[in-house]
């Protein structure tokens, strides 16, 4: 049973950094991507971040690379979303993921992803 939970979240201001973390669990992970998504209140989710497990190749959505990192470290099983420069608009629930097929064309869709973590609350105050 896959199991991930995120931490790290919480209020920041506008400009400041936080890090997620995703601890991962239940089977070895080397075949996964690892996906970060966040939803705002009356939006659809949306696509954040991934990252290869086995490779470490990182991917992101359109205006975050620059502002966000993935990372994983193997050795923890863990999975890290490291967001600086935070804006008001990055407010959000944010939620890890685990896509057992590495299949670039669908990393950033939702509906790829088989298991799913809890979610961490993100709030950028201005």
């Known amino acids: 049973q896959v199991q991930l939970v995120e931490s790290g979240g919480g209020l920041v201001q506008a400009g400041g950094s936080l890090r997620l973390s995703c601890a991962a669990s239940?089977?070895?992970?080397?075949?996964?991507?690892m996906g970060w998504f966040r939803q705002a209140p009356g939006k659809e989710r949306e696509f954040v971040s991934a990252v290869t497990w086995s490779g470490g190749n990182t991917y992101y959505g359109d205006s975050l690379k620059g502002r966000f990192t993935i990372s994983r470290d193997k050795a923890k099983n863990t999975v890290y979303l490291q967001m600086n420069s935070l804006k008001p608009e990055d407010t959000a629930v944010y939620y890890c993921?685990?896509?057992?097929?590495?299949?670039?064309?669908?990393?950033?869709?939702?509906?790829?992803?088989?298991?799913w973590g809890q979610g961490t609350q993100v709030t950028v105050s201005s």
């Open positions: 993921a685990a896509n057992p097929r590495t299949t670039i064309a669908t990393l950033m869709v939702a509906l790829a992803y088989d298991y």
């Open positions: 239940g089977r070895t992970f080397t075949s996964y991507v």
